[in-house]
């Protein structure tokens, strides 16, 4: 069956990076792009990028662009997601989950990461 | 601010029949598919319709989806209590070249 499988919670200070990583497993991994998204308090479900895992191409959302860097290893079939420069606005839960539409059947657990100083 | 609008709250009474809004462009709902997810505190979405009208296997049929044009809504039947939740409609944006989530509409069981 089709896992998804996140890194544990991150505290980090503003200005710091953060890496969450997505381990997937039960499908072929390169067939479907790899999203991101993520929700912060009291707000909705945004949007991050996505990530192809044959050809390692990205498509980020406009307001991430030059602070999210998504990439692959295909061969622990991993994605991962580094947004730097945190705010404290960048507090959220992120969410991994593969998918060619906007069609989500599965999604990572999700990773807390918090900023703060 | 996001691009597929959505009323930020909805509610009935138990046994009522609520709908569920959302409005976007061509660019989107327009010219694809529409999904519904709902998501409980502290986990991860769920996907209860897909391809505008298709449950989700699993989902009860007092759920139902439609879309016209550049809008869609979702219908909840027989409402239960356990349907108080947060709701996200969603859609590919072409010219995003990604999905689109509506901003989620919170529904109550009163």
């Known amino acids: 069956q089709v896992q998804v499988v996140q890194s544990g919670a991150e505290v980090k200070k503003p200005g710091a990076s953060v890496k969450v990583s997505c381990k997937a497993s039960g499908y072929t991994f390169t067939a479907f792009y790899m999203h991101w998204v993520r929700q912060a308090p009291g707000q909705g479900l945004e949007w991050m990028g996505w990530?192809?895992?044959?050809?390692?191409?990205?498509n980020y959302a406009q307001r991430f662009h030059g602070r999210v860097t998504m990439t692959i290893d295909t061969y622990i079939s991993t994605a991962y997601m580094e947004l730097s420069s945190l705010r404290s606005d960048d507090t959220a839960v992120y969410y991994c989950a593969p998918s060619l539409t906007a069609h989500f059947d599965y999604w990572g657990q999700g990773t807390l990461v918090t900023v703060s100083s | 601010q996001s691009v597929v609008t959505q009323p930020p709250s909805a509610s009935g009474t138990p046994g009522q029949r609520v709908t569920i809004s959302c409005s976007g462009s061509s660019s989107n709902i327009g010219s694809n598919y529409i999904y519904w997810y709902r998501r409980l505190p502290g986990t991860a979405p769920k996907l209860l319709i897909h391809s505008n009208n298709q449950r989700s296997s699993g989902v009860p049929d007092r759920f139902s989806g439609s879309k016209s044009g550049t809008s869609a809504s979702l219908a909840i039947s027989g409402l239960q209590s356990e349907d108080e939740a947060d709701y996200y409609c969603?859609?590919?944006?072409?010219?995003?070249?990604?999905?689109?989530f509506g901003g989620g509409t919170k529904l109550t069981v009163l």
């Open positions: 969603a859609a590919w944006d072409d010219s995003l070249n990604g999905p689109v």
């Open positions: 990530i192809n895992p044959e050809s390692g191409g990205t």
